[in-house]
Every structure is written in structure tokens, then in C-alpha cells.
């Protein structure tokens, strides 16, 4: 069987990774599709996989979206017809079900923010929708998925490769507080170019100006422009990496970790990293989801004062095995439903 991955995001690589190397020790054929967005190449080039780059992305513009969405689905649509594709997975890329549908293989598209407006397309055109337990039907009937076609899977989607990581993570020892002078906060600021995002941007400049001289910081910006924007000289001392990291690597060496967006912010709150989400707009459902599990805490107007108070009373928390051992049950499932599409 030939299997299609469309990793458009950066998030992507992560999810699907251990899954496209199981496929291929199982004997099946994996071809993978990226655009240039975030650190979406680096991780592909960190992971050693083969991939072909096909379109880009358009900013944040709605308008620049719209007119370039059937641009990137004609010349993927172009790239694959040769290829005999069998089916084709991806995780929120509008474009995957799209060409698929019209190279007549099946799809399977999963998705867990019920605001973005490429799931309708996608949701229309998709053989199978995947989506997490808690995601609503109505969420979903607003979005025009066909219900028959929706196979809910256990807890999030982070569990579905978190789960890998635990005896890694065990093995990395105690927590960076236990081992330097000055608490390690890791800071993921907003997506500006994604469409589902309306909140402000650099609103979190004053928060990391507040606390640069009373803790290591350490930033993981969303491309190379925002990186730009905290290369500025008041930023001195805060340090940038806007190249791929390793999950495992960047948990156990984090005391707190600040994030204005979705994934990365989930993903240190499954592995017990004392976890603060900034995100200036509507929540998802899954982000409903983990607070009611308190796996982390929304403080979308966090403060500097707020943020070393945070530090100093918070201590390292248990991994939530729960929701890792959902998502190992979870990859079962989208394994089992890309074998049975072929």
C-alpha cells in the first residue's frame, strides 16, 4: 500500500512520525508533502524523512488564503497523480481530502480545532474524519461533517505520540530547577499567520522583559520573522532558537513553560511541565478539555509579578499517564483505520 502524508505544520511531524516508520517496517510505501511554514522543514530534515515541498504558505491574510488554496491543491493534485497513491492522512491540512478526492483515493483527515474554516472543504471531501472523544457534534455538524463518516478516538491527539516518550523522559533525570541557579521558562508566542487566530500580537513583550533577569529564558519562535522581532537589543539575554527541538529534550529541562498556542502548550501539560496557556482567543474544546483535567492553567493577561510567583510555588508535576495511555490507544486506532482505507 502507498500511504500520503500532507505535513503542512509543523505539529505534524511530531504526530505522525512514529506511525510513518511503522508503516514502513510493515512493508508499505510512504511519500510525504510539506509547505514552508514554522519549523515544518527542520523537523522533517531532524526526523531524516524524504519529502517533496509543494506550494506555500500564504500568510496571514484571509483574502491571500482563499486565492492560494487551489493553487497548492492543483499542484499537489499534479505532484501525486503519477504516484498511484492508495490514501492519503493528514492532521488539519485543508488541502489533503481536496486531492484526494479528485485522484479518487481515499482520505482520512483528522482534526481537533472546531474553529478553523478549511474543515468544511476538508470535512465535505474526507472518506474518514478522525477527531478526539469530547469534540461536539454540533461542532461538527456546524462545520458540515457528515457524522457517519466521524470516528472519535481516546483523550487528545498529543497522547497519540506522547505516549512513546515516557521511559525517555523518565530516564532524563530531575527537572532543570533542581540543577541550575535560575529557573528554565520556555515561551511559545501566538500564531500570527494562522487563520483561526484573532487575538494581539507581541503581547507577551513586556511579560519576558519582566522576567529575562530572574530566569533563563528561552524562546521558540513561529519562523523567522517573529524570531527577528525578539532579536531586538531590549530582548538581550533571552535566548531564540527558531530551529527544530526534540520534545523530550525540552521537558525535563523546563520549570515553566508559557505558550500562546495550541499544541506545544498541550503537549508540555500531558508530560507534567508546569504549563501556563496565554492564548488571547476562544478556546478549543480540547483546551476545555485539560483544564478540566487541570493539566494547566489559562492566564491569557499573565503578568511578569504573576509569572515568578508562579516559579517560586510550583513544582514539578506527574505525567499524566491516563491520557498517555489514551493515546497509545489512539494511534492503534488510526493505524488500524490507514490499513482497512487501503
Known amino acids: 500500500m502507498k500511504v500520503w502524508f500532507d505535513l503542512s505544520n509543523s505539529p505534524h511531524i511530531n504526530l505522525f512520525a512514529h506511525l510513518i516508520r511503522d508503516l514502513e517496517a510493515s512493508g508499505h510505501e510512504v511519500v510525504i508533502s510539506c509547505r514552508p511554514l514554522a519549523n515544518t522543514i527542520d523537523l522533517l530534515d531532524l526526523h531524516g524523512f524524504r519529502y517533496e515541498v509543494v506550494g506555500e504558505h500564504y500568510g496571514a491574510k484571509f483574502s491571500h488564503k482563499v486565492m492560494g488554496y487551489p493553487i497548492r491543491v492543483m499542484q499537489l493534485a499534479r505532484w501525486l497523480r503519477p504516484q498511484r497513491i492508495d490514501v492519503a492522512v493528514s492532521q488539519s491540512s485543508f488541502h489533503s481530502p481536496v486531492v484526494a478526492k479528485l485522484l479518487g483515493v481515499r482520505s482520512i483527515y483528522m482534526n481537533d480545532n472546531e474553529h478553523a474554516l478549511g474543515n468544511v472543504p476538508s470535512f465535505l471531501a474526507a472518506g474518514t474524519i478522525m477527531v478526539p472523544e469530547f469534540l461536539s457534534d454540533a461542532n461538527l455538524r456546524r462545520q458540515l461533517a457528515n457524522l457517519r463518516k466521524v470516528r472519535r478516538y481516546p483523550g487528545v491527539k498529543e497522547g497519540i505520540y506522547l505516549w512513546r516518550l515516557q521511559d525517555k523522559l523518565d530516564a532524563k533525570g530531575q527537572p532543570a530547577a533542581q540543577r541550575t541557579a535560575r529557573p528554565v521558562v520556555y515561551v511559545r508566542p501566538e500564531p500570527w499567520t494562522a487563520q483561526y487566530y484573532r487575538g494581539d500580537r507581541n503581547f507577551m513583550d513586556d511579560l519576558l522583559l519582566g522576567i529575562k533577569h530572574e530566569a533563563q529564558v528561552v524562546l521558540l519562535p513561529r519562523g523567522k520573522d517573529q ?18 527541538l526534540d520534545i523530550a529534550d525540552i521537558a525535563p529541562a523546563c520549570d515553566l513553560f508559557i505558550g500562546a498556542g495550541g499544541t506545544m502548550t498541550r503537549e508540555m501539560a500531558v508530560l507534567g511541565v508546569p504549563t501556563i496557556s496565554v492564548y488571547q482567543d476562544e478556546l478549543l474544546d480540547v483546551d476545555r478539555f485539560l483544564l478540566a483535567e487541570r493539566a494547566f492553567e489559562h492566564r491569557p493577561n499573565l503578568t511578569a509579578n504573576e509569572t515568578l510567583e508562579f516559579l517560586r510555588v510550583s513544582g514539578k508535576r506527574a505525567v499524566n499517564r491516563a491520557l498517555l495511555e489514551k493515546g497509545k490507544m489512539a494511534y492503534q486506532q488510526v493505524r488500524n483505520e490507514i490499513l482497512r482505507a487501503g
Open 227 to 244: 524570531g527577528r522581532h525578539y532579536r531586538d537589543a531590549r530582548f538581550d539575554g533571552i535566548t531564540i532558537i527558531d530551529t527544530a
